[in-house]
């Protein structure tokens, strides 16, 4: 890992003198209110009972939370006046707070958001004609370690609950003009979606839900460093969501260096993973591959890939990689990011070269939440 870091050897992948050493124990605040999202049905319901209410009425509010329409407790105008009142005494309507906001000149938004115990978190908006994807996270942090992903660098605090999850496409639905839709969600944000397989999938679900944003789930894309017990999982929810696989790299040796929980799985079985995702969804499965400059962006490493995939009902995302400012790592010019692209078209791999959005704001997943981290981190120090 080190080799790849502007850290010293042996020492952490985060440079000592850009970031500051994180405490060790990070005083959790209780969260005074609970977000009423993350509240099991069940215990609504009782909690309904308790205050003399009828049973449908958590159907009702569940309907208003997910409905993208309102921000408060008080905008559910089919309740009393008295039971917005106890909702608003007993549950928060809303765990994230929008610490900083960015706006690209291609009109990219990115957030960085506070969850109520203070860790962050960041998703983006993105803008293509006719085309509205939002991209989410679903981990403070991560714990997969990839040498180039600002997400890892801290490792992983804790997962975001279903609620944290699908609140991240609610405040970014505010974000946008009245005419637009949100039409895709990638979750391709900080974290590793298939390690919060519970939580994602209850947040895919109050995304797909016709009281909430009612999209397909063949709109929604959700990838990850490949985890194949829950690659398989996935592909027996019975739903038609995209998966992608993050790749990075032709062959266990490279890939081990460069995506380090590779070490304990393997190309074969990931990969054997995903044909059966294939197999049992019908939906071709994509392969993102970032370009790193001098490691994995050779002509031979083309061919590698383009043997590794070949016969398969597949497509390879190539991402040239963004900058992370404590990394040494860095995308292959254009001429090379092409010329690789060319070759795996030539062996008969789909490939296509991922456009970079949101290019003038701090773009790379992970980097505002490690940039914020650090001042925070700074500023208690002094
Ligand atoms: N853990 C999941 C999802 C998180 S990131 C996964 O591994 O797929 C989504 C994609 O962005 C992954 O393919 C990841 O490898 C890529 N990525 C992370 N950091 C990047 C960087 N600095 N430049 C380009 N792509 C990056």
Known sequence: MSEFCKAPPGSLAV??????????????????????????????????????????RAGQIRR?????????????????????????????FSSLQTVRHQVAADRTEKLLLRLHDGELVECVLMRDPGR????????????????????????VKRDLTAAEIFEQVLVLHRLMEDDEKITNVVVMGIGEPLANYRNLMQALDMLCSDDGFGLGARRITVSTVGLPMQIREFARCGRQFNLAVSLHAPNDELRTQIVPVNKGTGLQEIIAAADDYFEITGRRVSYEYVL??????QPHHAEELSRLLRGRNCHVNLIPMNGVTELVMTAPGEPRTHQFCELLKDRGIPATVRKRKGADIDAACGQLRLNRTATDAASKDE
């Open 64 to 92: 208003w939370m997910i409905s993208r329409r309102i921000q408060a407790f008080d905008q559910m105008t089919d309740l009393s006046a008295v039971l917005r009142q106890q909702l608003t005494e007993h549950f928060s």
């Open 292 to 297: 790193l400059a001098g490691v994995n962006d």
């Open 132 to 155: 509205r994807t939002v991209c989410v996270s679903t981990q403070v942090g991560c714990a997969m370690g990839c040498v180039f992903c600002a997400s890892g660098l801290l490792g």
């Open 15 to 56: 440079s000592s003198e850009s970031l500051p050493i994180l405490p060790t124990a990070v005083p959790v605040p209780a969260q005074p209110l609970r977000a009423l999202l993350d509240t099991a049905e069940s215990e609504l319901l009782a909690w309904l009972a308790t205050i003399g209410e009828k049973k449908f």
